[in-house]
């Protein structure tokens, strides 16, 4: 066994490395740390400095936890917020990415965001609310809406929603099941 | 220094000072804000605050929302931590903390409930964990719970701690270096004992 710098004995006697290294194994297997808790902490990280209004699950009377896993190529889920309504549709590419449909209700140009833990990507809504990401890699991903700065007076007269703050929904899973 | 900024980060019986080299590495570049490397403390360190938080006597959800909350806190605090000890001694005492903390609450919130008060949490071994237990884990699992309170929260953590990373937590968490017998290696004896005491051989 490598003893690295920094491994001193304790007291004079030496530690017993097997004997930890045992109490470690038997908690590893008998109660082990969830495994998507990491990847929930990235999400946690990555969004602390965004002050978001988060989305709801809209009350479609469809369990969307059931949709997303579903057998079916494609599914529907719809956000709601208080300024903001945002309906998606998820599609399985042939290349086993995700491509992403979206519409914002009320229709605004706003920017869309799909944040992973590792990355994101953006696109901007048009005029009638719809937005497309054409390849988003499967995974876990929350959608943020950007509002756009109301530059013209139409758009800052439109509601609270162009003055405001970021709307973000829940975490998803984008094709949660792999496609034969 | 010697780094894989893609690499699994070295630990066990790699050599320590690559690991060090490769966390501080880390530290550095989760300091400047990226945040691929701050994911990759996260993913290698979590384990460790989990099982600290279990330790503690925490809940599922607890110990989850402890070890995302000091992960939180840790971001605030970079600027002022500069070795890979350091790192691995302040996440330890703040989830440490923070799981009291949590634990306390849990307790105010429930005054009635005098058993609760007195017994000592389940430190995450149940019935039905068990059995997927090994025959000499079960034994080492029994053993641990006939210690102190104390001792199984303190071995359970120490395991934990990355070996180079070992006498500053230690140091940390009260049990100082020295020849009149550290806390930890008495809690180690008694471990011992005790598996000794089954008549099994280790």
Known sequence: ?180 | MIMADNGVLPQGTVSGDDRRAHVAHLVDRAREGQMDAAAELVTELSPMLWHVARAAGLSVTDAEDVVQTVWLRLMSKLDTIRTPAALTSWLVVTARHEAWHVRAAARRQQPADSEWLVTIPDPGVGAEENTILKEEQRQLHGALRSLSERCQELLRIVAFVPRPDYDSVAAKLGMPRGSVGPTRSRCLDKLRSALNGKGDQW
């Open chain 1, 1 to 180: 066994m490598v003893i690295a710098k920094g491994d001193n004995s304790a007291g004079g006697k030496p530690v017993d490395w097997g004997l930890l290294t045992q109490v470690k194994d038997m908690f590893e297997t008998a109660d082990p740390m969830p495994r998507d808790l990491p990847e929930r902490i990235h999400f946690a990280l990555a969004l602390r400095d965004l002050e978001a209004e988060l989305a709801r699950f809209a009350d479609t009377g469809e369990e969307p936890a059931a949709a997303a896993r579903g057998a079916e190529e494609s599914w529907t889920v719809t956000f709601d917020s208080d300024s903001l309504t945002i309906m998606i549709r998820v599609d399985a590419n042939p290349d086993g990415s995700a491509r992403v449909d979206g519409w914002l209700a009320p229709p605004q140009p706003h920017q869309v965001e799909i944040r992973r833990a590792d990355c994101s990507v953006s696109v901007a809504a048009d005029n009638l609310g719809r937005f497309v990401f054409d390849s988003v890699p499967r995974g876990t991903a929350r959608l943020i809406v950007h509002p756009v700065r109301p530059g013209s007076g139409e758009d800052a007269e439109r509601g609270s929603f162009a003055a405001s703050k970021s709307v973000m929904t829940p975490a998803l899973t984008l094709l949660p099941r792999s496609r034969r």
